[in-house]
Nanobody, 125 residues
Framework: QVQPVESGGGSVQAGRSLRLSCTAS????????VGWFRQAPGKDREGIAV???????DYKDSVEDRFTISKDVAKNELYLDMKSLRPEDSATYFC???????????????????WGQGTQVTVSS
């Protein structure tokens, strides 16, 4: 797929877990940085986890101990495993692809070329 497509969002209670998935074209997935961003109502979109072609990862500090990013290159799929979800994790989660991999991957919007439409995650108290 030329445009990344996310799935796996939903409504859960605080403390529960979710796995988000993203599928994308090999041209913008393989040998590139890919990652996850999120945006809550009234707030800026922020990078929460990214992964490079050689396994480099970087996380936003507030999610590093709870979220894990991974990928399956053969399936052109990207995953975000979220544990111990909190109400403040509620947001639209976007898959980003097409980032140039030069040893490390950034977590800024401008680092990525292709974006999915987003999947909603709602965490209730």
């Amino acid at each position: 797929q030329v445009q990344p497509v996310e799935s796996g969002g939903g409504s859960v209670q605080a403390g529960r877990s979710l796995r988000l998935s993203c599928t994308a074209s090999r041209d913008i997935f393989n040998d590139h940085c890919v990652g996850w961003f999120r945006q809550a109502p009234g707030k800026d979109r922020e990078g929460i986890a990214v992964i490079g072609s050689e396994g480099y990862t970087d996380y936003k500090d507030s999610v590093e101990d709870r979220f894990t990013i991974s990928k399956d290159v053969a399936k052109n799929e990207l995953y975000l495993d979220m544990k111990s979800l909190r109400p403040e994790d509620s947001a639209t989660y976007f898959c980003a692809a097409g980032g140039v991999d030069r040893w490390i991957c950034g977590r800024q919007i401008s680092d990525y070329t292709f974006w999915g439409q987003g999947t909603q995650v709602t965490v209730s108290s």
